[in-house]
């Protein structure tokens, strides 16, 4: 069984940064693919970035794209998202999520592929 804990988040001002960190416990870490997910109350929930399981991949929602920044440590089995210049539309929950079986070089987008879940990490950011 793996287990997924975020940590992080916060309550900051638009323009400002947080680092979101994902610890992974139960399996061997690289053999799965990572996502970071948000939600906001009332919406659905949406893919923000993912990474492969050798972290040579990257993807991101457009509206982050070159503001966060998805990597992994292998060795310490974690998985992290830099949020630079939020805006408060960035508000929401973030929930990392982890997804096995799947090739080298493989991102998934679909919130419904993914296997593990952590249980969120809540991020405001004021105007």
């Known amino acids: 069984q793996v287990r997924l804990v975020e940590s992080g988040g916060g309550a900051v001002q638009a323009g400002d940064s947080l680092r979101l960190s994902c610890q992974h416990s139960g399996r061997t870490f690289s053999m799965f693919g990572m996502g970071w997910f948000r939600r906001v109350p009332g919406k659905e929930r949406e893919f923000v970035a993912g990474?492969?399981?050798?972290?040579?991949?990257?993807r991101y929602k457009d509206s982050v794209e070159g503001r966060f920044t998805i990597s992994r440590d292998n060795r310490n089995n974690k998985l992290y998202l830099e949020m630079n210049s939020l805006k408060p539309e960035d508000t929401a929950i973030y929930y990392c999520a982890a997804k096995g079986g799947i090739v080298f070089g493989t991102i998934i987008e679909d919130s419904d592929s993914y296997t593990y879940w952590g249980q969120g990490t809540q991020v405001t950011v004021s105007s």
């Open positions: 990474i492969s399981r050798e972290g040579s991949n990257k």
